[in-house]
């Protein structure tokens, strides 16, 4: 039987029950949130954000030394008050698009602890990392190689770059979200030579200078042998090709809970492995260690965030099943769908409530594929009582939608007793079909 506690270990770490039995996040009660910006509603602690950028640092501290850093995963979750936060916590990030450039450099970042990714930059998003001076680009296709170097002479600037090395391995996690196998879309494959033709393009390049190597394996991953061997690959390529590389990153991707039942993912275990798998390489072939750079998004921000939903209506389908709808759903989480995420959630007005219904909770669009959680236990539920769900923090509000006109969720930041909204909800009339179209 899962308990209370069992249920509560996944929720943010200022996560507690008061006694009336409400929950409660950095000293905020969350039905008065509720009442306050309504739903469907996503919290950020501070706390958890915190304490899981201050283990990565300690861990990287400990089994690498002092030449390590962290680059956020933008992917996971973005914004431009959320930007402002990683400043504060002294890490980097990863970039996309021409609008995370904008918003990290409103946010005053700092530009070398950046990295511009994707498999197709266009024009404009390289010239603005070329401009802005952002640590590297990561080349992501010798086609991509040439375009860049082609942007950087007509800038006359030298492009700083990161190639981005496939592996060509398969692994353990949800085919959509497998990045390094041989059917990827993403990066310089290894097995037909892409990569080393990149790797010999770059180091005789006038307008590139290339200085470090990249992959990223996949999401969701709990075996370190993963890493290891894409490491060991990654540096049979370089010394084949004459390159010592200054700067190094495997990526991010290692797994967090999401239920009750999955087991904890130490990341002592893949900080420990990465950075003695480096080391090895770079003692075998006496060169000097490099810079270190880890992409956590996930880590970073998934169990700081909390889902805040309604409940409306509820019903029994013919095979048995009770359904529980809430006033949220694909719009705002489409990675069920996507991935077939699993989730869990507490009734919070009444956490301490005995879990007795085998309930499927539901959203309120029109797609039969609109589903939170195919299955998990709650007490009996009635309408306007507030479902909140765990493990919000990461790729929902970064691939939320305005499906069927939704509107995007009001984002708080909770720290301390204080409450800080980081996005405001949309209304329908912001979108451009409304203006268009009245």
């Not at 970039?95 to 904008?102: E, F, N, Y």
């Not at 196998?181 to 590139?208: C, E």
């Not at 699993?342 to 879990?355: E, F, H, M, P, Q």
């Not at 995007?408 to 209304?427: I, K, S």
């Amino acid at each position: 039987m899962i308990s209370l506690t069992d249920r509560l270990s996944l929720f943010p770490i200022s996560t507690k029950v008061n006694a009336l039995g409400e929950l409660e996040i950095a000293g905020c009660k969350l039905t008065a949130l509720v009442k306050e910006y309504d739903t469907p509603l996503y919290i950020y602690d501070a706390a958890t954000i915190k304490e899981q950028v201050s283990i990565l640092k300690q861990l990287l501290e400990k089994q690498y030394g002092m030449n390590a850093s962290i680059a956020y995963a933008t992917k996971a979750y973005f914004s431009l008050s959320f930007a402002r936060k990683l400043r504060e916590l002294g890490i980097g990030a990863d970039l996309i698009t021409i609008g995370d450039i904008r918003t990290a450099q409103k946010a005053a970042l700092d530009p070398g602890l950046l990295h511009l990714h994707g498999n197709n930059k266009s024009e404009e998003e390289i010239r603005a990392a070329l401009e802005w001076g952002i640590g590297a680009i990561v080349i992501d296709s010798l086609d991509e190689l040439s375009f860049v170097e082609a942007i950087a002479k007509d800038m006359q600037k030298k492009a700083r770059i990161w190639l981005r090395i496939t592996p060509d391995i398969t692994v353990n996690t949800h085919r959509h979200i497998q990045t390094s196998h041989a059917a990827s879309k993403f990066g310089l494959h290894i097995s037909d030579g892409q990569a080393a033709l990149a790797v010999q393009q770059a180091s005789g390049s006038k307008w590139v200078n290339l200085v470090g190597l990249h992959t990223h394996l996949g999401s969701q991953l709990r075996d370190t042998k993963v890493y290891e061997e894409a490491i060991r690959k990654m540096y049979a390529l370089a010394a084949e090709n004459g390159f010592s590389p200054q700067e190094f990153s495997p990526g991010g991707g290692w797994g967090v809970r999401y239920t009750e039942e999955d087991q904890p993912n130490e990341p002592g275990l893949w900080i420990e492995a990465v950075s003695r798998c480096i080391q090895q390489e770079c003692k075998s072939r006496g060169w000097s260690l490099p810079l270190l750079v880890i992409e956590p998004g996930r880590f970073t921000v998934a169990r700081a965030g909390v889902a805040l939903y309604t409940v409306g209506s509820q019903k029994q389908t013919p095979d048995g099943q009770h359904i529980v709808a809430v006033d949220g759903g694909i719009a705002d989480n489409p990675r069920v769908a996507l991935y077939g995420a699993s989730y869990t959630a507490l009734v919070a007005d009444r956490a301490n409530a005995a879990n007795e219904i085998q309930s499927r909770v539901v959203g309120k669009f029109c797609e039969s594929g609109d589903v939170l959680i195919e299955e998990v236990l709650l007490p009996k539920i009635h309408r306007s009582e507030t479902l909140a769900i765990p493990v919000a923090g990461a790729y929902q509000l970064s691939m939320s939608s305005n499906y069927n006109f939704a509107t995007r969720p009001t984002v708080l930041w909770l720290e301390n007793g204080t409450v800080e909204v980081m996005q405001n909800r949309e209304h329908p009339e912001d979108s451009g079909w409304w203006s268009l179209n009245n």
